[in-house]
């Protein structure tokens, strides 16, 4: 008997950190991301996610903004990374509070004054600046925006793609979509 409500217990204790039973689209729903540009409108979002980008698929959905506008985080978590790379350019690799999910913003122009690898930020929180760095056409200001389930490891480099359309097009609660730090 023990062991069974040990057993139950510790489901009970993975459902909680997990944010309760439910797909990976319904976890985030719950959440209601902040739309990462506040400044965009809705129809600015392209649901980008499985267009070609070369040989391999986008993963991502593109917000079109002007060159500086904010970029804020969509969630609470962690910076874990930033990275200048080829592609991407300047970005930021957040993930969220469990270390289940990694968000990833790219093209920026230049970062927030005071990120930094290892800092916690709040839903809302400055985290840089729309931009065109990487392989971003010069004259499209935009940003990349992709969601990942990390794998066992939380290396933020790698994971499982989740199209972030759905979760930030998806109607919201005007008292939290709106709210900015």
Same mark, same amino acid.
């Given at each position: 008997?023990?062991?069974?409500?040990?057993?139950?217990?510790?489901?009970?204790?993975?459902?909680?950190?997990?944010?309760?039973?439910?797909? #990976?689209?319904?976890?985030?729903?719950?959440?209601?991301?902040?739309?990462?540009?506040?400044?965009?409108?809705?129809?600015?979002?392209?649901?980008?996610?499985?267009?070609?980008?070369?040989?391999?698929?986008?993963?991502?959905?593109?917000?079109?903004?002007?060159?500086?506008?904010?970029?804020?985080?969509?969630?609470?978590?962690?910076?874990?990374?930033?990275? =200048?790379?080829?592609?991407?350019?300047?970005?930021?690799?957040?993930?969220?509070?469990?270390?289940?999910?990694?968000?990833?913003?790219?093209?920026? #122009?230049?970062?927030?004054?005071?990120?930094?690898?290892?800092?916690?930020?709040?839903?809302?929180?400055?985290?840089?600046?729309?931009?065109?760095?990487? =392989?971003?056409?010069?004259?499209?200001?935009?940003?990349?925006?992709?969601?990942?389930?990390?794998?066992?490891?939380?290396?933020?480099?790698?994971?499982?793609?989740?199209?972030?359309?759905?979760?930030?097009?998806?109607?919201?609660?005007?008292?939290?979509?709106?709210? =900015?730090?």
């Amino acid at each position: 008997m023990r062991a069974v409500l040990a057993s139950l217990a510790m489901a009970t204790l993975v459902l909680v950190v997990l944010g309760a039973a439910g797909s #990976d689209y319904d976890i985030l729903m719950r959440r209601q991301l902040l739309l990462p540009v506040l400044e965009a409108p809705h129809a600015n979002l392209q649901d980008t996610f499985n267009d070609a980008r070369g040989a391999h698929r986008h993963e991502a959905t593109d917000i079109s903004a002007p060159r500086g506008t904010p970029v804020v985080a969509v969630d609470d978590g962690t910076v874990r990374k930033l990275f =200048n790379s080829r592609q991407g350019g300047l970005t930021v690799y957040q993930f969220d509070r469990q270390e289940i999910y990694c968000y990833y913003y790219a093209h920026l #122009d230049r970062y927030a004054e005071g990120v930094h690898e290892g800092q916690a930020v709040k839903r809302g929180d400055l985290l840089g600046y729309v931009g065109t760095t990487g =392989n971003a056409p010069p004259d499209v200001p935009h940003l990349h925006f992709a969601i990942f389930k990390l794998e066992p490891e939380k290396k933020w480099w790698t994971g499982t793609p989740i199209n972030p359309y759905p979760l930030l097009h998806a109607p919201r609660d005007a008292s939290v979509a709106g709210r =900015n730090r």
